[in-house]
Every structure is written in structure tokens, then in C-alpha cells.
């Protein structure tokens, strides 16, 4: 059997070359590609968002970590058999009607497909409508909504207002992100939670569906 946790480690440290070296020989040894992509390198991801959270980790020691894990998810990828890596559940994420800004949202994006998430990513300036033609086609658990101006707050609140109205709420949760809002302005609105930045919006959405 393969040390698995060696796979976690070098993921989190960003040490691409031990990565591709320790999935290779944990191939080589027998161990399942679902194995090796739940318990070693969606597992490291986690513990980057948890370090993400907590300011151990910071955003370029981040992208590394995300680096690494697109390479190995390459290296995987032909050896998944269809329905054997099962998916953390589908989610769809934009940034509001008239603001351009998708760093924060990019980072959130990443985390989630690192942690098993199927992300499908509207973009920036994105209006109620559009979010509501992805969530007909898409059928996502989740929708994440990203606001960085003040002034975008209430297209924030308009959009959530006529997603909650025109779909079935039981069946679709509203995560919240973005620098002017918090978890008050979250209630207010009547989303399902706020996460301050990448690392915490991967656990919530994880929470919202346990």
C-alpha cells in the first residue's frame, strides 16, 4: 500500500516534482486513482484551505498547491473509470451585475474544484437571469454570488431575491462572498451563508450540503 499521506504533503508544501513522483509510484504499487484523489490530494487541498483560513497559508503558496493538484488530476484523469471519483456536488458561481472583479471568486472556484466540487463559472457582470438559466441547465446544489463593490450590493440582493423566488429553495443553497458583505448582510438577503475568502467558502459549501 502507498503513503498516501506523503502524496498530501507534497501537494500542500507545492513540491510538484515529489507529487508526480509519489502519485506515479502509488499507481505503480495498485492503488486506485479514486484513492489516491480523495485520500491524498483532496485531502491536502482541505487542509490548504484550512491554512488559507487561519492566514497560515497565503495566496501564492496557494496557487502552487492548486498547481500541483492540476497536475495530478492530469496524471489520474485517464484512469478514472466513469462514476468511480464521485463528485462533492455541483455548484454555480458568477460575480454580480456590474462589477468586473474575479480574483476572490477565481481563488473561491479553484478551492472548490480542488476539494471535488463541480464548478460551473458564469463570470463577472452576471445578471439574475443568467444565474437562473445556469442553475435550469446546470441543476446545482449551490449557487455562489460575488460582489467586491459597495455599490454592486444590491443587484447582490435583487439577484438572490428573484433566484429564491423562481426556483425551489429546499433543493438550492445561496453562498455569499465578496469584500463589502459579511454574514449579517447574508441573513438580511436571505442567503444560506457568507465565507470570507477562499479557504472558508470551500468548507461552507461542504456544510450547506451535509
Known amino acids: ?28 504499487q495498485g ?6 484523489l480523495s485520500q491524498g490530494l483532496i485531502k491536502g487541498m482541505g487542509i490548504v484551505g484550512e491554512r488559507m483560513e487561519s492566514g497560515a ?8 498547491s492548486a498547481h500541483c493538484m492540476g497536475t495530478a488530476v492530469e496524471i489520474l484523469t485517464p484512469l478514472l473509470a466513469a462514476g468511480e471519483a464521485s463528485s462533492a456536488g455541483r455548484v454555480v458561481m458568477g460575480t454580480v451585475k456590474g462589477d468586473l472583479h474575479d480574483i476572490g471568486k477565481n481563488l473561491v472556484v479553484m ?6 466540487f463541480e464548478v460551473t463559472d458564469l463570470g463577472v457582470d452576471v445578471d439574475a437571469d443568467t444565474f437562473l438559466k445556469a442553475i435550469e441547465e446546470h441543476k ?18 435583487e439577484t438572490v431575491n428573484k433566484i429564491s423566488s423562481q426556483t425551489d429553495r429546499k433543493a438550492l443553497k445561496i453562498m455569499i462572498g465578496g469584500a463589502p458583505v ?12 457568507y ?9 461552507l459549501a461542504k456544510a450547506l450540503l451535509n
Open 1 to 28: 500500500m502507498s503513503d498516501l499521506n506523503a502524496i498530501t504533503e507534497a501537494l500542500i508544501s507545492g513540491d510538484l516534482d515529489t507529487l508526480t513522483t509519489q502519485v506515479k509510484a502509488a499507481l505503480d
Open 140 to 157: 446545482p446544489q449551490i449557487v455562489g454570488l460575488s460582489a467586491l463593490l459597495t455599490t454592486t450590493m444590491p443587484m447582490m440582493r
Open 31 to 36: 492503488t486506485s486513482a479514486s484513492d489516491i
Open 111 to 116: 478551492m472548490l474544484e480542488s476539494v471535488g
Open 182 to 193: 459579511d454574514q449579517a448582510f447574508a441573513d438580511e438577503i436571505g442567503a444560506d451563508g
Open 57 to 64: 497559508m497565503f495566496i501564492p503558496e496557494v496557487l502552487m
Open 195 to 203: 465565507a470570507s475568502d477562499a479557504g472558508s467558502a470551500s468548507k
